[in-house]
């Protein structure tokens, strides 16, 4: 285990290790890096979780082809670890993150019915498919049942931002994030826009604007996701997450229903738009139409932080002491705690349990952000 020690500089308080992004990542990283004994900050542009974490559908999809293949090892391991992940967070924060194991029925377009789908398993008959959710009419799509499970962004974010306030990470809210700072080309801290803070180790953990913040670019760029959510009637009309090429369904142990998602290049806009709802809503009516008379309850965009090649950053960067852990896309809830474990093994300078070289920050150009 590290040592760490508490400095002082000039009557300032330094920490260990500072986090910017108080997402499900930045979060998860402060909570095993507390565990280790460092003393950490997250220092959060807006409220810790309220972006592409909060907006994000919670899905745990780990493998087959909606999982780049140098990811697969990162997306299955971190899969296997979302029960104690999810217990650990409900124990210390008191707060359910409502995950579930009801499994996924996939259906495919007719055009991939000839591909080979043997990674997916036995097709559903339709009496299986009957039996399985009575209330989907999905037509004559070939449909596939997947051991996969959901939580609950919102829950599971709120339930990490309590166990890493009970394990004595600090916060500093509403306070962005605007530079890394530098003494003899080392880490010595950040610059915000109200403040300083300073920390030896610093992790950019910033999500879609990661790529902001000195003294590194990083290719990262926000992709919006437009989603809405209804109230289901019973609460348990659909028990399974429901994934079509249309649309999909994530049901809530309270009732609810999410319908998303659309993947947009819209830069920083999170509005959504009446059209783009509505052709969600008619999506998840044409699979289900027993939910007609759903109320709708509310409807949101969020941006996930994008990269070139769809993989994301993980790792040091050319500068001693700063590091990068970002670029999750679509796989931002389902990659947290593994992303935890494999950041904090390098940020201690130990070998992570993964090869992280094709997520390494070099695979691009980091170029200096002037000043």
């Known amino acids: 285990m590290p040592s760490y020690i508490l400095l002082y500089n000039a009557g300032m308080r330094t920490w260990d290790v500072i986090v910017i992004g108080g997402g499900i990542v930045g979060l998860s990283l402060s909570i095993e890096l507390r565990k280790k004994g460092a003393s950490v900050l997250v ?15 919670g899905m745990l999809v780990d493998s087959g082809r909606e999982t780049p293949l140098p990811l697969q090892p990162l997306a299955m391991a971190s899969a296997r670890m979302y ?11 008191g707060m359910s993150v409502d995950l579930r194991d009801d499994g996924t029925i996939l259906f495919l377009s007719s055009s991939d019915e000839d591909d080979d789908n043997s990674e997916l398993g036995s097709r559903l008959a339709p009496a299986q498919l009957a039996q399985l959710e009575p209330s989907l009419m999905p037509g004559d799509r070939p449909a596939f049942y997947l051991q996969e499970r959901s939580v609950d962004p919102r829950a599971l974010t709120a339930a990490a931002w309590k166990t890493a306030k009970n ?18 080309d080392r880490v010595t801290g950040v610059t915000t826009t109200k403040t300083a803070f300073l920390a030896p180790k610093v992790v950019n953990c910033a999500g879609a604007w990661a ?38 369904l994530i049901p809530r142990s309270d009732g609810r229903l999410l319908i998303g998602a659309t993947v947009e290049e819209a830069g920083f806009d999170k509005r959504t738009d009446v059209v783009t709802i509505k052709r969600l809503h008619h999506a998840a009516l044409a699979l289900v139409p027993n939910l007609a008379d759903a109320r709708i309850l509310e409807d949101w965009a969020g941006l996930r932080p994008g990269t070139p090649d769809g993989l994301p ?26 992303t935890a474990q ?30």
């Open 43 to 57: 220092v959060e542009r807006g409220e810790p979780g309220h972006e592409a974490s909060r907006a994000a559908g």
């Open 83 to 93: 029960p104690e992940f999810a217990r650990e967070l409900h124990v210390e924060s």
């Open 167 to 184: 394990r004595g990470v600090d916060f500093s809210s509403g306070d962005e994030v605007i530079a890394v700072n530098l003494s003899d």
């Open 211 to 248: 790529g902001q913040i000195g003294p590194h670019t990083f290719p990262t760029r926000p992709v919006k996701g437009q989603m809405l959510c209804i109230a289901m009637h019973p609460r348990d009309l659909i028990k399974h997450v429901v994934r079509s090429p249309d649309v999909y």
């Open 313 to 338: 950053i993980l790792g040091a960067t050319a500068t001693p002491g700063y590091y990068v852990a970002t670029g999750h896309f679509r796989d931002g809830i389902l990659l947290a705690p593994i």
């Open 342 to 371: 494999v950041m904090a093994q390098v940020i201690e300078g130990r070998n992570p349990d993964y090869d992280l070289a094709a997520f390494s920050p070099s695979r691009f150009s980091q170029t200096p952000i002037s000043t």
